[in-house]
C-alpha cells in the first residue's frame, strides 16, 4: 500500500505513524491540525472534549479525518485494478 499522506494508526496493537511515506513507532502524543489529540496509547480526544479509543486498522490524517485502513486498501487495490483495465482497453486498439 502506497502511503502518500502522513497520518497515524493503530496497527497490530500499536500506535504508528506515517512521515513522508516512512512507517514508524509513535514516540509522543499528537495534536492534529484541527485541535484533536491522540495519545501513545491510541485514545483520541476531539476538539469537543469527547474521546474514544483508535481500533486496530483505524488511521487519523494531520487534519484530523478518522479513516479505516481497510477501505484505503480497497480503494488503493481498484486504483490498480482501473489502471490494468486501461492498459488492457489501450492494447486493444
Not at 4 to 15: I, P
Not at 34 to 48: A, E, H, N, P
Amino acid at each position: 500500500m502506497e502511503m502518500n499522506e502522513d497520518l497515524v494508526m493503530m496497527r497490530d496493537g500499536r500506535m504508528m505513524v506515517v512521515r513522508n511515506g516512512e512507517l514508524m513507532e509513535m514516540e509522543e502524543d499528537m495534536t492534529m491540525l484541527d485541535g484533536t489529540r491522540v495519545t501513545m496509547d491510541g485514545t483520541i480526544m476531539m476538539t469537543d472534549g469527547t474521546t474514544r479509543a483508535m481500533m486496530d486498522g483505524e488511521a487519523m490524517t494531520m487534519d484530523g479525518r478518522l479513516i479505516d485502513m481497510e477501505s484505503m486498501e480497497d480503494e488503493d487495490m481498484n486504483d490498480m485494478e482501473d489502471t490494468e483495465d486501461m492498459e488492457t482497453t489501450d492494447d486493444i486498439s
